[in-house]
């Protein structure tokens, strides 16, 4: 190789750049830190930023709520998964960039401890004083023991599971069939399927709590010893070969169905509904034991304090809890919000068409008598969070 | 870079070649020192996003406790098969391309479909093998047709087997291509020179070609085995959740903001995979270092 | 083609006969395992396009046919275009960045005499599982030196995962570039400016212009890093990364815009390498 004399670098010109350039990288966090520190507190009077899970949306289309309050929708995709959500909030400040941040209710706890969210006024909810008591006073919107209102709920189901009727043998909805399809059931032996995370020892645990297979007290929120208990009865299943596979996706749920790799599989209502559309012929389960009765919410991030448009805030949240919302998001994924009746009502005045207006009011019924079973409230976040991680990774790794 | 036009200094130094010790030190810093950084981090406790500054072993007995450990010796043991299988398979494909493919036409076919897969991004396709491999899958319906079996293999998907063979086709490129870079450097001249002297096919393929082609045997090796080691969606995708590997501890672990235990096993994953290429360039040692597979890019 | 048997233990000339017809004959059977490797790249890429005009794509059985994914990715929710267009920005910067940065260290690196252990620091990125380094890099400016992430810090992710290919595109260019020629140039009274803009930016053109296109796509389809390195921002495969949770179907978006983006990306590829090793035979 030729070696050229004009593009050699000394050691001394090297070592001068090097210099400069080091002392530039110390500077850089502390400018850095001075140009976040700035951009932080811009908002937009008139615009709702919200942060949420795609399952919010009423399909690319806020123009009712915007004709309805007068307030423009901005929403960011949110990954539905509570780790996400404690990124974004924690680690990356997203209360400084919206007005509304929305999770699975219960996600709260360390929130609230480390002072990343206000406290509602329900008084500035008109619509609120008619939410069903049962969810007024849930456990998950008031933290585990206080009184104190932090969330306001969005839209909430009741979760079970789905299953081949005719291919099991088994009856369809409203008959009930048992829990045991998924976890311990000759018939579905290698042919069920659970979720990868540790939601799924939840689940478990409530199955056992009704066998009374083990001494567990709240499935929702076990202690660290519970959790073990529960994850060595997943790993027995695990070894007679009950499982398939572990989803983590909406479509995994979708493929497992209609792929037939699955009988009975954890899922959304709405990978019902989607498989089949697609041909599978599946039920989503009425249980005697247990249904996962789970809500989303919405949050307000400290920084709006500052900011000065609560009250734009509360307007977004009177329409989540109004009837408009219901009556949209109701038919297309057999969710209800906080106001069913008014979204009846909302749905009949503008004259839906008569199965429209059926799926309303079936929701209605469905979720009343899913709502009655005492088991159980979900908690996205449990005190033992690291434990149940761990136990999980435990299961899934034997 | 006709905007550095009015800075008269930067220009000349640009043109000097002067920007290398700049960008260098900048390089090393934010990049090098970070990523190394995650084994200090390993020996600290968090709370919520913050580290607490006081040294502590806590992080390594919860990956000995958790199934961190586990999950590492999956991942090298998975990876590592599929690296040498991939080096059976690649070597005699390799061989062939840089010594005795006649067809430019071919030749060039072959060196696109090589590059391409380097720039696509793997996760949406993956799923695809889903309804290939599956019980009521592609496969399945074949041999069943042909009564070669009776019953569905349910093994072919979410299984570790079906793992093997997700990872066969995305990392075959980088076993390839270091592989035929260094047999292209072998001159033609001494391969001759072998066969003249009476050595046959295997003799001098034994004693000239391979232990020429050494360099590229590591570097693919290592190209192969590291990038795997980190992979996102095969395990996720073909493994069904089955096969947990080092991206789903590890992102399982972020999801509870378990930052020391996360920290940990990257750190291990990290020294694990260091000292494996440690060893691989010390068995270069002898025949000239890594750097000569590079030279091939010349040619 | 690995060893049959040591060397040593062929005693006879028939055995080695015997061995060299072998391998001979082994060779097209080689060739052929290699191709089938190949192919099993690219099943799963036209597999996805042809179930992309599918109307069951879960089911794996391409009829009956249809575009109704297209129409609904293109009519329905629009909700991927500003990801998108994130995504097409921040490829240009990354791109930008490593056309200039490759330019820099990549005429400069042939020349030196200890370049082993530079060329080795900036191909780090390669040695070091994406992964881990997406959470060392986290950890650091988040954890550690308390920054707040950003675009900034996507952009650096991009950046650390694409240089190296960059460098490497550049690589090829520069180490076989001719320094006499610039010699020369110097010696005719050309300034350094001169010298560089005029001689070797032409002459590296094929290299910068490489390393500028693999900078934009190994940016835009970047995810492993991208998800420890963002704040709230979204990327289109992040954004593919967050519907997968949603309670509604991503088979438009999954299978419609990946085929598209695979498409295209081939295509730019494919453009890149001519560029890179087929325009000299041109000329």
């Known amino acids: 190789m030729v070696k050229s004399t004009n593009l050699k670098i000394n050691r001394r010109r090297f070592m001068k750049g090097a210099v400069g350039t080091a002392a530039a990288i110390t500077a850089a966090p502390m400018i850095a830190k001075g140009l976040t520190r700035q951009a932080k507190a811009d908002y937009k009077p008139g615009t709702i930023r919200l942060l949420g899970g795609a399952s919010t949306l009423i399909p690319g289309d806020w123009t009712q709520f915007e004709k309805d309050t007068g307030l423009k929708m901005e929403f960011s995709l949110l990954k539905d998964d509570p780790g996400v959500f404690?990124?974004?909030?924690?680690?990356?400040?997203?209360?400084?960039?919206?007005?509304?941040?929305?999770?699975?209710?219960?996600?709260?706890?360390?929130?609230?401890?480390?002072?990343?969210?206000?406290?509602?006024?329900?008084?500035?909810?008109?619509?609120?004083?008619?939410?069903?008591?049962?969810?007024k006073s849930n456990p998950q919107l008031t933290g585990m023991e206080s009184d104190v209102l932090w969330g306001v709920p969005m839209y909430m189901n009741a979760d079970t599971f789905g299953y081949f009727p005719e291919l099991l043998n088994?009856?369809?909805?409203?008959?009930?069939?048992?829990?045991?399809?998924?976890?311990?059931?000759?018939?579905?032996?290698?042919?069920?399927?659970?979720?990868?995370?540790?939601?799924?020892?939840?689940f478990a645990a409530a199955y056992m709590k009704y066998h009374n297979l083990a001494t567990i007290d709240k499935p929702e929120n076990m202690t660290a010893s519970e959790v073990a208990a529960v994850a060595d009865y997943m790993i027995e299943r695990k070894k007679a070969g009950q499982f398939r596979t572990y989803w983590s996706t909406f479509d995994d749920q979708i493929s497992n169905f209609v792929n037939g790799e699955t009988l009975a599989q954890v899922c959304w209502e709405p990978a019902v509904k989607e498989s089949r559309k697609q041909g599978a012929d599946i039920e989503y389960a009425w249980t005697p034991e247990f249904y996962i009765k789970w809500m989303a919410a919405g949050f307000i991030p400290v920084q709006a304090e500052d900011r000065g448009n609560l009250d734009e805030i509360y307007a977004a949240f009177?329409?989540?809890?109004?009837?408009?919302?219901?009556?949209?998001?109701?038919?297309?994924?057999?969710?209800?919000?906080?106001?069913?009746?008014?979204?009846?009502?909302?749905?009949?005045?503008?004259?839906?068409?008569?199965?429209?207006?059926?799926?309303?009011?079936?929701?209605?019924?469905?979720?009343?008598?899913?709502?009655?079973?005492?088991?159980?409230?979900?908690?996205?976040?449990?005190?033992?969070?690291?434990?149940?991680e761990r136990e999980m990774a435990r299961f899934m790794n034997t | 870079?006709?905007?550095?036009?009015?800075?008269?200094?930067?220009?000349?130094?640009?043109?000097?070649?002067?920007?290398?010790?700049?960008?260098?030190?900048?390089?090393?810093?934010?990049?090098?020192?970070?990523?190394?950084?995650?084994?200090?981090?390993?020996?600290?406790?968090?709370?919520?996003?913050?580290?607490?500054?006081?040294?502590?072993?806590?992080?390594?007995?919860?990956?000995?406790?958790?199934?961190?450990?586990?999950?590492?010796?999956?991942?090298?043991?998975?990876?590592?098969?599929?690296?040498?299988?991939?080096?059976?398979?690649?070597?005699?494909?390799?061989?062939?391309?840089?010594?005795?493919?006649?067809?430019?036409?071919?030749?060039?076919?072959?060196?696109?479909?090589?590059?391409?897969?380097?720039?696509?991004?793997?996760?949406?396709?993956?799923?695809v093998w889903r309804v290939i491999l599956g019980?009521?899958?592609?496969?399945?319906?074949?041999?069943?047709?042909?009564?070669?079996?009776?019953?569905?293999?349910?093994?072919?998907?979410?299984?570790?087997?079906?793992?093997?063979?997700?990872?066969?086709?995305?990392?075959?490129?980088?076993?390839?291509?270091?592989?035929?870079?260094?047999?292209?450097?072998?001159?033609?001249?001494?391969?001759?020179?072998?066969?003249?002297?009476?050595?046959?096919?295997?003799?001098?393929?034994?004693?000239?070609?391979?232990p020429l082609s050494l360099p590229g045997i590591v570097a693919g090796v290592i190209f192969t085995f590291v990038p795997m080691m980190g992979d996102t969606v095969v395990p996720q995708t073909v493994g069904g959740g089955a096969v947990l590997m080092l991206s789903s501890e590890i992102n399982s672990l972020f999801s509870v903001l378990n930052y020391p235990v996360a920290a940990a096993v990257s750190a291990l994953a990290l020294i694990l995979v260091a000292v494996f290429q440690l060893l691989m360039v010390l068995v270069l040692r002898r025949t000239g270092g890594i750097a000569h597979v590079f030279e091939g890019l010349r040619r | 083609m690995t060893a049959l048997s040591t060397p040593g233990t062929i005693r006879s000339r028939r055995g080695i006969m015997f061995v060299d017809r072998m391998m001979r004959a082994a060779r097209p059977f080689g060739v052929a395992i290699g191709y089938l490797w190949v192919t099993l790249i690219y099943i799963p890429i036209?597999?996805?396009?042809?179930?992309?005009?599918?109307?069951?794509?879960?089911?794996?059985?391409?009829?009956?046919?249809?575009?109704?994914?297209?129409?609904?990715?293109?009519?329905?929710?629009?909700?991927?275009?500003?990801?998108?267009?994130?995504?097409?920005?921040?490829?240009?910067?990354?791109?930008?960045?490593?056309?200039?940065?490759?330019?820099?260290?990549?005429?400069?690196?042939?020349?030196?005499?200890?370049?082993?252990?530079?060329?080795?620091?900036?191909?780090?990125?390669?040695?070091?599982?994406?992964?881990?380094?997406?959470?060392?890099?986290?950890?650091?400016?988040?954890?550690?030196?308390?920054?707040?992430?950003?675009?900034?810090?996507?952009i650096l992710a991009h950046f650390v995962w694409a240089f190296p290919f960059a460098l490497l595109a550049m690589l090829v260019v520069s180490s076989r570039f001719d320094i006499r020629m610039s010699e020369a140039a110097s010696d005719l009274g050309?300034?350094?400016?001169?010298?560089?803009?005029?001689?070797?930016?032409?002459?590296?053109?094929?290299?910068?212009?490489?390393?500028?296109?693999?900078?934009?796509?190994?940016?835009?389809?970047?995810?492993?890093?991208?998800?420890?390195?963002?704040?709230?921002?979204?990327?289109?495969?992040?954004?593919?990364?967050?519907?997968?949770?949603?309670?509604?179907s991503s088979i438009p978006l999954i299978y419609g815009m990946s085929t598209l983006v695979t498409f295209v990306s081939i295509i730019i590829v494919v453009v890149a390498l001519r560029l890179l090793f087929f325009r000299k035979e041109q000329q």
Not at chain 1, 320 to 332: D, I, K, N, R
Not at chain 2, 6 to 28: D, K, N, S, Y
Not at chain 3, 97 to 118: D, E, F, K, Y
Not at chain 3, 191 to 218: D, K, M, Y
Request: glycine letters at 8%; a neutral charge.
């Open chain 1, 170 to 202: 088994e009856p369809r909805p409203p008959e009930e069939v048992s829990w045991n399809l998924v976890f311990d059931n000759e018939k579905t032996l290698g042919q069920s399927a659970v979720g990868d995370n540790f939601y799924t020892l939840t």
């Open chain 2, 135 to 210: 019980k009521n899958g592609l496969i399945n319906t074949i041999l069943l047709e042909l009564s070669i079996i009776s019953e569905p293999l349910d093994w072919l998907l979410f299984s570790e087997p079906a793992v093997h063979f997700g990872f066969f086709g995305p990392y075959f490129p980088n076993m390839v291509w270091p592989l035929f870079l260094s047999i292209t450097l072998i001159d033609d001249e001494i391969i001759e020179a072998s066969r003249d002297l009476g050595g046959g096919r295997f003799h001098t393929f034994w004693h000239v070609i391979l």
């Open chain 1, 318 to 388: 009177d329409w989540f809890c109004g009837g408009a919302y219901g009556a949209l998001l109701g038919p297309l994924r057999g969710y209800a919000t906080p106001r069913p009746d008014l979204a009846l009502e909302w749905a009949k005045e503008r004259e839906y068409t008569e199965d429209k207006i059926e799926a309303i009011s079936d929701n209605l019924d469905k979720l009343k008598f899913k709502y009655s079973n005492p088991l159980f409230w979900f908690l996205a976040v449990p005190d033992t969070l690291k434990e149940h």
């Open chain 3, 46 to 154: 036209v597999w996805l396009a042809v179930m992309s005009v599918s109307s069951r794509p879960l089911t794996g059985v391409p009829y009956p046919l249809s575009l109704e994914w297209y129409d609904s990715l293109f009519s329905g929710d629009l909700r991927w275009l500003p990801p998108l267009e994130r995504s097409l920005i921040l490829g240009i910067i990354v791109s930008v960045l490593c056309m200039i940065a490759a330019t820099m260290v990549g005429r400069v690196l042939p020349q030196l005499r200890r370049r082993g252990g530079l060329l080795a620091a900036f191909l780090a990125p390669l040695f070091v599982p994406a992964l881990v380094t997406g959470v060392s890099m986290f950890m650091f400016y988040r954890a550690l030196i308390g920054l707040k992430l950003g675009d900034w810090s996507l």
């Open chain 3, 190 to 248: 050309a300034t350094n400016w001169q010298r560089f803009w005029q001689i070797e930016v032409p002459l590296l053109r094929p290299g910068i212009i490489a390393s500028g296109f693999f900078g934009f796509l190994l940016s835009f389809n970047e995810l492993p890093l991208s998800i420890y390195m963002r704040a709230g921002q979204m990327t289109l495969p992040l954004h593919l990364w967050a519907e997968s949770t949603a309670h509604q």
């Open chain 1, 86 to 135: 404690f990124n974004d909030v924690m680690v990356n400040d997203a209360g400084s960039r919206y007005d509304i941040i929305s999770m699975l209710a219960g996600v709260q706890g360390p929130l609230v401890e480390g002072d990343w969210i206000i406290p509602i006024d329900k008084s500035r909810i008109p619509n609120w004083a008619g939410v069903e008591p049962g969810v």
């Open chain 2, 1 to 127: 870079m006709v905007f550095l036009n009015p800075f008269p200094r930067l220009r000349r130094l640009a043109a000097r070649g002067g920007f290398i010790a700049p960008f260098t030190i900048v390089w090393v810093l934010g990049v090098l020192v970070p990523v190394l950084g995650v084994v200090v981090f390993s020996f600290f406790d968090s709370r919520g996003v913050k580290f607490i500054f006081e040294p502590t072993l806590y992080a390594y007995e919860s990956t000995f406790s958790h199934a961190g450990w586990q999950v590492l010796l999956r991942s090298v043991r998975i990876t590592a098969t599929v690296t040498v299988i991939e080096l059976i398979v690649a070597y005699p494909f390799a061989l062939w391309l840089a010594k005795s493919a006649r067809s430019p036409l071919l030749k060039l076919v072959t060196f696109a479909a090589l590059t391409v897969p380097f720039f696509l991004s793997p996760a949406s396709r993956t799923i």
